[in-house]
């Protein structure tokens, strides 16, 4: 058995029983074990501004060495993460640089630094981070060090409540990718979103709760909980919105919430949709959105309570093409304005997202910059949640295993 294989036989026995503090101790003995030379993991922090060093346990009596946070728009580690590529930097010392991807959901980086590495050990370096992204994320399932760490603030108490529901900011295959973003995020109040894939169906959910406050986040919480109760008891789009208007009006009366409930074929492109009040979805198709191609009259918004009569919910359909987008977005993203008044507006957002599929971004990456943008149009300052779901369908596409984008690496000054 090599030194590489026997590095990932030691971490794997090993991590099973460790506690999350002791994960930064456990990765550098694996990559000394692995003669790899020094280890550090770096994770993306909620907002994707900033890398920050896994935590790991204090020495008696002294603080940890901790390494300071790196910006991943100004730094080579956060050139790494966006375009998910390795990279070899050598201007003080030998750095190898690697993407930390668990399935296709960006997490952080990996630096192996101390010595020149040989393509073999290249190799085994990006085979110990993917097992390194599948041991954080399997401890941070239960681990309140690692999410302290990538916060930058305390959390609101409804926005506490709303993220405990939400699933991984980006999920994929190598047919469909579904990627989100949420602002802002430490105060978020009435927005959510969800996506899972079910066979071969992948489904979609935005809601927009009324109000900004704790009530807005239970009304979230509730329209996502029964959506999901719902669709794994084998109810389609109608049967999911007819649930969730009923549990809104039985237990928060009063209070009105939209959204948009679809789903997605990734065999054969074909998506379908209830729109409940809500902003129509977009549609992004060869460099352009395709003018009201998914906008139809609207159905009155949920939870408007027994007085109401809620007919059946219409099912709307439409057939993509490989490498369309659908964009879902709440209405705090276009009707947000800056301190001067000025709207940010629909018109906006589509000449943003149409600049970056022509720049063949990808989904993730085309999103953070995206809010990133929204962010700085309304002085960081937002009067209402602001949340987008972008999927795109792609089912040409081969994607390597380990999620990356390129599995060449460049050495850089």
Not at 64 to 87: F, K, N, S
Not at 343 to 357: K, M, P, S, Y
Request: charge should be negative; include cysteine; proline fraction near 7%.
């Amino acid at each position: 058995m090599s030194g590489d294989e026997r590095a990932l036989a030691w971490l794997l026995e090993h991590a099973q029983s460790a506690a999350p503090l002791e994960l930064a101790v456990l990765f550098k003995a694996a990559g000394r074990l692995a003669e790899l030379g020094e280890i550090t993991v770096y994770l993306a922090d909620m907002q994707q501004n900033r890398l920050v060093p896994l935590p790991e346990a204090s020495p008696p009596g002294r603080q940890a060495d901790a390494c300071p946070p790196l910006d991943i728009d100004a730094t080579l580690a956060g050139w790494v993460y966006r375009t998910e590529t390795q990279r070899i930097s050598s201007a003080d010392e030998v750095a190898l640089w690697i993407p930390l991807v668990n399935g296709i959901e960006r997490i952080g980086v990996v630096r192996v630094a101390g010595r020149q590495l040989s393509d073999m050990q290249i190799t085994a370096a990006c085979a110990l981070a993917s097992l390194i992204a599948l041991i954080v994320v399997s401890k941070n399932v239960f681990s309140d060090n690692i999410i302290a760490a990538t916060r930058a603030r305390p959390m609101a108490l409804a926005a506490e409540l709303v993220w405990a529901f939400l699933p991984p900011l980006t999920i994929g295959t190598a047919q469909m990718t579904s990627t989100a973003v949420m602002e802002p995020a430490y105060s978020v109040g009435g927005d959510a979103f969800d996506h899972s894939l079910t066979g071969g169906l992948l489904h979609l959910t935005v809601v927009d709760a009324m109000g900004h406050d704790l009530a807005s986040g239970l009304q979230a919480a509730v329209a996502l909980a029964s959506c999901r109760s719902t669709r794994r008891a084998g109810g389609g789009l109608p049967e999911i919105a007819e649930a969730t208007d009923e549990a809104l009006a039985s237990w928060l009366p009063g209070r009105m919430l939209t959204a948009v409930f679809a789903e997605l074929n990734v065999e054969t492109g074909h998506l379908c949709w209830v729109n409940a009040g809500h902003p129509p979805p977009l549609l992004i198709r060869d460099q352009r959105v395709v003018s009201r191609a998914l906008e139809n009259k609207a159905e009155p918004p949920l939870g408007l309570g027994p007085q109401y009569h809620r007919p059946p919910s219409t099912v709307h359909h439409a057939q993509l093409q490989p490498g369309d987008r659908i964009l879902i977005h709440t209405d705090g993203v276009t009707e947000g304005r800056s301190s001067s008044g000025e709207l940010f507006g629909e018109g906006r957002l589509i000449d943003f997202v149409v600049r970056a599929t022509a720049a063949g971004e990808p989904a993730p990456e085309a999103l953070r910059r995206l809010i990133r943008t929204i962010l700085e149009h309304l002085d960081g300052k937002l009067r209402d949640d602001a949340t987008i779901v972008l999927t795109e369908w792609h089912p040409d596409r081969a994607r390597p295993a380990d999620g990356t984008r390129s599995e060449t690496t460049k050495k850089v000054p």
